[in-house]
């Protein structure tokens, strides 16, 4: 596509109910990066996905957040037991490599647990 | 964890005026790369510059210029005669070894008209 998509923008869950957010990047791009940003800070980054292996997923808060990109395309970022911290805007980005390469970012999906 | 500081968080100007927006590094890595991100009121983060370790010039964009200083590991923007569109939260961001981009905390621009 154009640009990076992500849905849903927004998702309303209660405490303990699992999420998931997907992300479609762009057409072509092999990098795909998983970010969080809460209210008045900087995104913090969560994971990392060189086609379909992740690269770095040194940012995952604790085993409850996973994510996915099987066929090196779109992915999927899970959370189990949502708590009312993860409450925040997920936000995807893509890249056409590594290094230098500028990410792209998608609007975010914006998580509110109850 | 090399942090990115952005120590003004928010500024408040009247239109026309400029605004400089300070961004300072840490770094342990001779090649790295920093940009600026503009995150409008809609949310989605619009790229605007990158500059590498080893490119010192300064930049200039139209209203947008850029000032890297290595030797003081700062890399600030500035936004000459500015409008009520650059209001907006501006983040500067640095990426090294590891393809991880980390941010700083954001700055948050109003403008007045």
């Known amino acids: 596509g154009a640009g990076v998509s992500q849905t849903p923008s927004n998702k309303v869950t209660e405490k303990g109910k699992y999420v998931e957010l997907r992300c479609d990047p762009i057409s072509g791009h092999t990098a795909l990066y998983w970010y969080r940003q809460s209210l008045g800070q900087g995104p913090e980054f969560l994971i990392y996905?060189?086609?379909?292996?992740?690269?770095?997923d040194s940012g995952l808060p604790n085993d409850r957040f996973f994510a996915v990109r099987p066929e090196g395309s779109v992915s999927t970022l899970k959370i189990q037991r949502t708590e009312r911290g993860d409450s925040a805007v997920y936000l995807c980005?893509?890249?056409?490599?590594?290094?230098?390469?500028?990410?792209?970012f998608g609007a975010g999906s914006r998580l509110t647990v109850l | 964890a090399q942090k990115v500081t952005q120590a003004q968080t928010e500024i408040s100007v009247v239109e026309k005026e400029d605004v400089t927006l300070d961004c300072v590094y840490e770094?342990?890595?001779?090649?790295?790369?920093l940009f600026w991100y503009k995150q409008p009121p809609s949310g989605e983060l619009v790229f605007l510059i990158r500059?590498?370790?080893?490119?010192?010039q300064n930049e200039i964009s139209g209203r947008y210029s850029w000032n890297f200083q290595k030797s003081t590991s700062s890399f600030n923007f500035t936004i000459t005669a500015s409008q009520v569109v650059d209001s907006a939260v501006y983040f500067c961001?640095?990426?090294?070894?590891?393809?991880?981009?980390?941010f700083g905390g954001g700055t948050r621009v109003l403008v007045k008209p």
């Open positions: 980005a893509s890249s056409s490599g590594s290094g230098a390469n500028v990410l792209t």
């Open positions: 770094t342990r890595d001779t090649t790295y790369y």
């Open positions: 996905f060189q086609g379909t292996g992740a690269a770095d």
């Open positions: 500059r590498n370790s080893f490119d010192e």
């Open positions: 961001a640095r990426k090294a070894a590891g393809n991880k981009l980390t």
